[in-house]
C-alpha cells in the first residue's frame, strides 16, 4: 500500500480553500493509502499566536479533520508537536538545508514582506517542514498548489541527506488535483483565499452559519458580463466560483455552463451558496457532537503514538547515520 502523509498549520480557522484543496483529498485517499495526517501546530508558532487562539485552532482543525470525514482507524491523526521527533529531525535538517534556497521560497517572502522583524523560524519553516515528511517515507504528499516548492524543497534536503550519508529516505512527488487546487478570495481573484487574511469577505469558512455563507457568496466579485463560463484567463472570478461549485457538487464545468445558459449571474451564485452549505452543513453537525463528546484527544493521543511508533526509528537512523551515539 501506498503512504500518504500531509499537514495543516494551526494558524487560524480553516477556510472552504483548505477543504477543497486539502482536507477533501485526505479523506478519498484514506481508502486506498496509509495515511498520515498532522496538525502543524509547532509551523503555527512561526508568527505570533496568542496561547489562547492557538489552543482553539488546533481544537478547531483536529475536529474538522474527524467532522469531514478522516477515520482515525484508517488515518493516522496526530499533533506536529505531540510527536518529538518531528522538531529533533527539524533541527537536522536545518543543518542540511542552504541559507539560499529558504530565500527563494515564496511564502516566505510573502509572509515577511513589509515586516521590521521576522522571526527566524519563519525562515527555517520549510526545513521543519522537510522533517515531517521525511520521517514516514511517504509515497505522496496531498497538498494545495501553494504548497509545492516546499515539497520540491524537501526532496532536494532529502537527496543531499542520501547522498552523503546513504539512501535512508523515499523521496516524495507532491500530489495536486487539477482543480481546485488554488481557491482564490471572492473578494479579489488574483490572491489565494487565506485563513490568515485580515477581510472576511474574502473567504468562507469551514464554520461559518449558512447565513453568513449566502451572505458572502451574493457579495462575492465578478465581471460585469452574464455568462457563466469556465475561463480563468478572461473571466478568473466567475471561474472560481465555479471551481467552488463543481467541488460541491457533482457537476462538471460543462454541466454548469448549461445549466446557467443566458441567465447572468443570479440563480447561478443562489445555487452555489446551497451546494456549499449543502456540503458544509453536514461537517458543522458532526463537528459539534464531536466537540461535546471529548474523544478528540483520545484520538490524538492514539495518533501521536501510532506516529512515533513510525518516526522515531527514522530519526535514530539518520543521527546514527550522521555520527550521533543513540544511547
Ligand atoms: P496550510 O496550512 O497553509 O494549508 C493547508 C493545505 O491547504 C491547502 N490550501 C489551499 N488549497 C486550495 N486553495 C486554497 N485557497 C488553499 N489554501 C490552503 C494548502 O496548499 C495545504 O495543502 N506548510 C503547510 C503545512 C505543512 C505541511 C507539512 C503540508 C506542514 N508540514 C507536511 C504537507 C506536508 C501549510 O502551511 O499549509
Not at 291 to 307: F, H, N, W
Not at 308 to 324: D, H, S, W, Y
Amino acid at each position: 500500500m501506498k503512504k500518504v502523509l500531509s499537514g495543516i498549520q494551526t494558524s487560524g480557522r480553516l477556510t472552504l480553500g483548505n477543504y477543497i484543496g486539502a482536507i477533501k483529498n485526505f479523506v478519498e485517499l484514506q481508502e486506498t493509502h496509509e495515511s498520515y495526517y498532522m496538525l502543524a501546530d509547532l509551523h503555527a508558532i512561526t508568527v505570533q499566536q496568542e496561547p489562547a487562539a492557538l489552543r482553539s485552532y488546533i481544537e478547531e482543525v483536529a475536529l474538522l479533520y474527524v467532522a469531514s470525514g478522516l477515520d482515525p482507524d484508517r488515518s493516522t491523526i496526530f499533533l506536529q508537536s505531540s510527536v518529538p521527533s518531528h522538531a529533533e529531525m527539524g533541527w537536522l535538517l536545518t543543518t542540511i538545508a542552504y541559507l539560499g534556497e529558504l530565500e527563494r521560497m515564496t511564502q516566505f517572502k510573502d509572509k515577511s514582506f513589509g515586516k521590521e522583524s521576522v522571526g527566524a523560524g519563519l525562515f527555517t519553516y520549510p526545513a521543519l517542514q522537510a522533517a515531517d515528511i521525511l520521517l514516514y517515507n511517504p509515497d505522496l504528499v496531498p497538498i494545495g498548489e501553494d504548497q509545492k516548492q516546499h515539497v520540491e524543497l524537501t526532496r532536494d534536503i532529502g537527496h543531499r541527506f542520501n547522498t552523503r550519508y546513504g539512501e535512508l529516505f523515499t523521496l516524495p512527488e507532491p500530489l495536486i488535483q487539477k482543480t481546485g487546487a488554488r481557491i482564490m478570495s471572492l473578494d479579489d481573484a488574483s490572491k489565494k483565499m487565506s485563513k490568515s487574511s485580515p477581510t472576511p469577505a474574502s473567504y468562507i469558512l469551514m464554520l461559518d452559519p449558512p447565513e453568513v455563507i449566502r451572505k458572502k457568496v451574493s457579495r462575492a466579485v465578478t465581471d460585469s458580463g452574464r455568462e457563466v463560463k469556465y475561463d480563468p484567463a478572461t473571466k478568473p472570478e466567475i471561474s472560481n466560483l465555479m471551481t467552488i461549485y463543481t467541488h460541491c457538487s457533482n457537476l462538471t464545468f460543462a454541466e454548469i455552463e448549461a445549466k446557467y445558459e443566458g441567465q447572468g449571474y443570479g440563480n447561478f451564485k443562489k445555487d452555489l451558496a446551497e451546494v456549499i452549505v449543502a456540503t458544509l452543513l453536514p461537517i458543522q453537525q458532526r463537528y459539534e457532537e464531536l466537540r461535546s463528546s471529548g474523544s478528540i484527544y483520545d484520538i490524538l493521543r492514539k495518533g501521536a503514538k501510532e506516529a512515533e511508533a513510525v518516526a522515531r526509528p527514522v530519526l535514530l537512523e539518520a543521527k546514527k547515520r550522521m555520527g550521533f551515539i543513540n544511547l
